[in-house]
């Protein structure tokens, strides 16, 4: 009798298993940001070509578990011959609460500029806010020197997020 009530239970827990909806088990990914940079006058600062344009840039992980630790973000180009810097993913992140729904990263730009022939850098602070659920993963909110420049509503529609700072 206790093999037939095993037998059947197995059964069961093999129906309920195989009759769930893929959907229902996977979690979306929302984390690509395109960070674009214009002065006051509407000017890309990430097109080197550009005089008053950063020549050059570098990212470091605030949160690393060393000192130096880089982070690759590529440049890129948008249809409009914009340039943007494109992150996916690469810093460290913690967690914001105990309640492990929300995460941080914090990462240093250090932005070069070169004015009467003589080379100095920028250091500034990139801080992304991510909240998590069973369903999905998502930026939350993007810091650019403690100053709130993108935000994006829970469960918003999955997309790439456009951040544009106006330095």
Do not use: W
């Amino acid at each position: 009798m206790r093999n037939i009530v095993f037998g059947a239970l197995i059964i069961v827990f093999a129906f309920l298993s195989c009759n769930r909806s893929d959907d229902d088990s996977l979690q979306r990914i929302d984390q690509i940001l395109n960070i674009y940079m214009k002065n006051s006058s509407g000017q890309d600062l990430l097109n080197s070509q550009k005089t008053g344009s950063y020549t050059n840039y570098f990212i470091n992980d605030s949160l690393g578990d060393r000192e130096n630790s880089p982070v690759s973000i590529p440049l890129k180009m948008a249809p409009d011959s914009t340039f943007y810097m494109e992150y996916i993913a690469g810093a460290k992140r913690k967690k914001l609460d105990s309640s492990g729904t929300a995460y941080y990263s914090v990462m240093t730009l250090g932005l070069r500029t070169v004015t009467n022939n003589v080379a100095d850098t920028i250091f500034d602070r990139l801080r992304i806010v991510y909240r998590m659920s069973p369903t999905l993963f998502q930026v939350s909110k993007v810091y650019y020197n403690d100053v709130l420049e993108y935000s994006k509503e829970a469960e918003a529609p999955t997309s790439i997020n456009r951040v544009t700072i106006t330095k």
